[in-house]
């Protein structure tokens, strides 16, 4: 008798709390299904805005120059200036576009020195792990024609351009079709910036950087930063 009072009150346990199982039940379904949608649009989303420049400008970029400028220093005897485009006339590569229509070009189209590009700061997760990805092409006749795709770990400063070691380039006295080119990042602060570089070194010629396909993607969130630094031990009282 009393072994049957004990199964009566378990089934009435289970009938009254069953609407409250049911309704857990549902809502994790539904938590799993969305952190899943969540993590799928992260994965593979290019963070970069117009970066296959389809909308026939620079828009979600901002340009840059350092003018007057020669990369022997002052005085610059003969300025000249970057002029971007989308798309370009100078060393038109073939097809003149890798994705839909419009590719960037920054050329220098007159004789003397010159450096310039664009940019976009992005606001990500620090420690994690960022690939950028494009293709890039090129047209030199002088050992001073170089052009370059780079990521900053921060925010924008054309000093730092030359010192990144995230960073590909084409230079010299050639012409080179599309180039494909991957770089990684794992920044330390909550900010990097992606920018491009076209310079003329030597007032011979002109130079004309081309871009198309620009994407930035999160790849993954490092469980800890990578750091050297060692934690100092407590300090006893
Ligand atoms: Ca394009």
New binding site residues.
């Given amino acids: 008798m009393k072994k049957l009072l004990v199964s009566t009150n378990n089934h009435f346990c289970c009938k009254k709390y069953m609407p409250f199982i049911l309704l857990k039940s549902i809502f994790l379904f539904f938590l799993t299904i969305s952190s899943f949608c969540l993590l799928k649009e992260s994965f593979g989303e290019n963070l970069l805005k117009n970066g296959?420049?389809?909308t026939g400008n620079t828009s979600g970029w901002i340009c840059w120059e350092t003018f007057p400028w020669d990369g022997d220093g002052i005085p610059v005897k003969h300025p000249a200036r970057v002029d971007i485009h989308v798309p370009g006339t100078i060393g038109v590569p073939t097809p003149p576009?890798?994705?839909?229509?419009?590719?960037l070009t920054q050329e220098v189209t007159a004789e003397g020195t010159a450096r310039g590009g664009i940019y976009q700061e992005l606001n990500i997760n620090a420690h994690s792990t960022y690939v950028l990805t494009g293709s890039m092409a090129f047209y030199g006749d002088n050992i001073g024609d170089i052009t370059i795709i780079g990521l900053l770990d921060g925010q924008w400063n054309p000093v730092n351009t030359s010192t990144t070691p995230f960073k590909f380039y084409i230079g010299g006295d050639t012409v080179s079709s599309w180039t494909k080119f991957s770089l990684s990042i794992i920044p330390s602060k909550n900010i990097i910036t992606v920018f491009t570089e076209t310079c003329q070194d030597w007032g011979y010629g002109y130079v004309a950087g081309w871009y198309?396909?620009l994407s930035l993607q999160f790849v993954y969130e490092n469980s800890k930063p990578f750091s050297s630094e060692k934690t100092p031990p407590e300090v006893q009282k």
Avoid at 97 to 102: D, E, P, T, V
């Fill in positions: 296959d420049f389809e576009a890798i994705s839909g229509l419009y590719a198309d396909n």
